[in-house]
């Protein structure tokens, strides 16, 4: 029998999938999630007789209702090969004693607090991010607005097998409820390797990226943080590399693509997300100013939403997205949440209709031959 979707734990990139289910599901809310959720991934791998894997799916800021997960499925299918995962009751109180905000074990899906924005209401959620932008606040902020699609679970079984049948060149994804497919890697680990990608400027032709002062403007403001940060903890392969044309199926985009080595093979895969997280590609520069602007902006809670997304094992391996063209499982359907990064000069009808060419991969995959009627 297979399990709820909810629980369902899914990771594909082309090729065969990385899946999971049952399992411990350890949630984090409050502060310091991502290094709450290292502390405890450490612990676990500290005390298991056994190299595990895990899946991890973390809000977008640590102000969200909804909760950060790790989860480390019961039974493990990865290289056409099934492990049985196992955490000791012993230990998991130890690790509920140790940190008073975890949690242990499935907990009812909800609905993340907040509205949903009309189009005259987007339209003036960027305006107001323009008037920031002009008295300083900010140089970019990234806004966004989501929409509720009635589905039930076996719908978003056959969403996740066309999303990865449609787009086998980016990261297809369901843990704890979120499902998407991604084009953004925030960070894939390999020993002390890494490698990481920059989105940012977004276009329906491709000649209009390299045309627009504006995009490519834009581009640089999300790039230069990530190389500058990444700069600080290893050696960059390149230290000023050339953005390059992405294509997907509905978008272009600009994509900078950083790989290098740490210089301190202890540092964690999760300690290096918690240092690029919450990127400038989906937040904005400078990073805190435009995360604080996004809290009063935006009509809802983006829960894990533009969050960090992915998988871990013992040996220091990872690959973790952030959590774009995705959405929320709720009751009674799926929360889908789409973004654009908003700089001087945006034109917030342009910036509207941008968001609905990113929703447009869900849509389809929710609503097969919804574009035929």
């Not at 130890?94 to 008073?100: E, H, I, M, R, Y």
């Not at 220091?316 to 995705?326: H, P």
Request: hydrophobic residues 40%.
């Amino acid at each position: 029998m297979s399990p709820p979707f909810a629980q369902l734990l899914h990771w594909q990139r082309g090729g065969e999938p990385i899946t999971g289910s049952g399992g411990w599901r350890f949630a984090f809310t409050g502060t310091d999630r991502l290094r709450r959720m290292d502390r405890v991934w450490q612990a676990l791998l500290s005390a298991l007789p056994y190299s595990p894997t895990a899946f991890v799916s973390a809000a977008f800021d640590d102000t969200s209702a909804l909760p950060s997960v790790l989860r480390l499925p019961a039974l493990l299918r990865r290289d056409q090969v099934e492990l049985e995962q196992s955490v000791p009751s012993e230990l998991a109180a130890q690790l509920l004693a140790a940190d008073p905000q975890l949690r242990l074990g499935e907990q009812p899906s909800m609905t993340a607090p907040g509205s949903t924005p009309t189009r005259a209401q987007h339209r003036l959620l960027v305006e107001r991010a323009l008037a920031a932008i002009e008295r300083d606040r900010v140089r970019k902020v990234v806004v966004g607005r989501d929409e509720f699609v009635p589905a039930d679970p076996e719908v978003c079984g056959r969403a996740l097998e066309a999303l990865a049948a449609a787009y086998p060149d980016v990261w297809t994804f369901a843990v704890d409820g979120l499902l998407g497919a991604t084009p953004e890697l925030l960070l894939a680990r390999t020993g002390e390797r890494f490698r990481t990608r920059v989105l940012a400027g977004t276009a329906r032709e491709p000649g209009v990226l390299v045309s627009d002062e504006r995009r490519v403007s834009e581009h640089r403001l999300a790039a230069d943080p990530v190389l500058t940060s990444l700069g600080e903890v290893a050696v960059l392969d390149e230290v000023h590399p050339e953005p390059h044309l992405l294509e997907l199926p509905n978008l272009w985009h600009l994509a900078t693509d950083i790989a290098g080595r740490v210089l301190d093979p202890a540092v964690s895969p999760l300690a290096l997300v918690d240092r690029l997280h919450p990127t400038p590609a989906v937040a904005g520069v400078p990073q805190q100013p435009a995360v604080a602007l996004i809290e009063e902006l935006e009509f809802r809670d983006r829960g894990r939403y533009a969050g960090p997304v992915g998988w871990l094992d013992g040996e220091g391996n990872a690959e973790i997205c952030l959590a774009l063209r995705c959405g929320q499982l709720e009751p009674g359907g799926v929360r889908l949440y789409a973004a654009g990064g908003i700089v001087a000069g945006a034109d917030p009808e342009w910036e509207y209709t941008e968001t609905e060419a990113k929703l447009e991969p869900m849509l389809d995959a929710l609503r097969p031959g919804r574009s035929d009627s």
